[in-house]
């Protein structure tokens, strides 16, 4: 491991803006932890912050549009402050570089996906020779240095791998985030023995396809990894996300059945319902094939909770293609969606294609398919109502500090009524009434 400079203890402030998946949160934790190893603290006001960090997302158009709008806020802070130190990380720094540079003078770091284990030395770079820097290299190990969590967190995420090999022709995923790249089933189980320590109760691994984990030094799978970590002390529920269909096997379906603290829920993304749609994303399955995994799912965990991912307004879909997937989420009814006009991504094989769809009528089809959804997630959230859910309390309700807030096995919040010394440990509620994005509940026993 390579040695660094780090500021010295006291050194100041950091504000991180985080946009995008549970990858990038990941990534706003490590950068956080890295510096307050280097004596800086976290603030939530960025006007009393010494560097600000914008942690950025570029899968679609408009979260890097907002990207770009939240830089552009800053400027007048660096003009009042010229010691502020500002720092765009995450996919639209790896893919723009030092474009950013040239399109915000005031911008100190651009910093890559794979370089994030290095933003302590390059801080004390910028301090020291007083230049902006682009460093956006990709890297073998990403993740070598430890880092210590915030404290009061009982849910940690641990990346298991990241970069993706299936090159979706709508998805820029490999060319910010590389190709797969599996760490050690030993680091990996270090890191969450570390979570534990800290309090730990609830793990999420973390990657763009976790199904085609490999552990580079022995070969074990996915399925193979989770068995490991379910021996893990102190650790009692997994979760993971983000499943690819084509590669969500029979026998990680089967840990479903096997591993009670595997928790009820996959994030398991469809994006359309059309075959031809589905062929022209470079999915790699069909909707039947889909369609069966749902099913074996099911039999093997009945009370799982299953959420996707759809696209509308793919180039060359048509009101048919549109249909299908309508007729697909009929049939899973899915507990949640998370939905989106499709958008050209620069250096993907979609954006060479005639994107011949107009704005009016993705957000027609969005409207409607969003209206469907929301009608199958309060369908499913009202099959919970009477039931006892068991929920890891985590604090306060955002609109009733006199209630606790948690999440469901099947990853739903859950607000309820108990006791604040619950805060940390696994709570049965017995669900009272279902809201559209939400349960509410009182503690039982």
Known sequence: MAEHTDYTPGAGSVYIRTFGCQMNEYDSQRMAGLLRMSGFKTVNDPEKADIIIINTCSIRE?????????????RSLKEEKPELIIVVSGCVAQQRGAEIIERFGYVDLVLGTNQINRIDDLLSEIKRNKRAIVQTDFC????????????DQYSGY?????????????CIVPLVRGGELS???????SEIHRLTDEGV????????????????RDG????????KVKRIEGIKRIRFTTSHPKDLSDELVDRYRDIDILCSHIHLPVQSGSNRILSSMNRGYTREQYLEKVRKLRCARPDISVTTDIIVGFPGETQDDFRQTLALMEEVVFDGAYSFKYSPRPGT????LTDNISSYEKDERLQILQDLQKKHTLARNNDAVNGIQEVLAVGSSAKDPLEITGRSRQNKVVNFKGARESVGTLVPVKIIKAKN???WGEAVG
């Not at 073998?140 to 404290?151: D, L």
């Not at 760490?183 to 189980?189: A, K, T």
């Not at 074990?220 to 068995?227: E, V």
């Not at 094989?349 to 060479?352: E, I, L, V, Y």
Request: hydrophobic share 30%; with cysteine; aromatic share 10%.
């Open 220 to 227: 074990i799978t996915f399925s193979s990894l989770i068995d």
């Open 158 to 170: 641990v990346t298991i791998m990241q970069g993706c090999n299936n090159w979706c022709s709508y």
């Open 437 to 439: 994005n939400s349960l």
């Open 201 to 216: 109760i609830e793990v999420t691994l973390l990657g763009q396809n976790v199904n085609s984990y490999r552990d580079p």
């Open 140 to 151: 073998q190990n990403p993740y070598v240095r430890p880092f210590p969590r915030a404290r």
């Open 183 to 189: 760490r050690s089933s030993d680091e990996i189980l």
């Open 349 to 352: 094989r979609a954006a060479s």
């Open 62 to 74: 408009k979260p890097e549009e907002k990207t770009y709008s939240d830089i552009g806020k800053y």
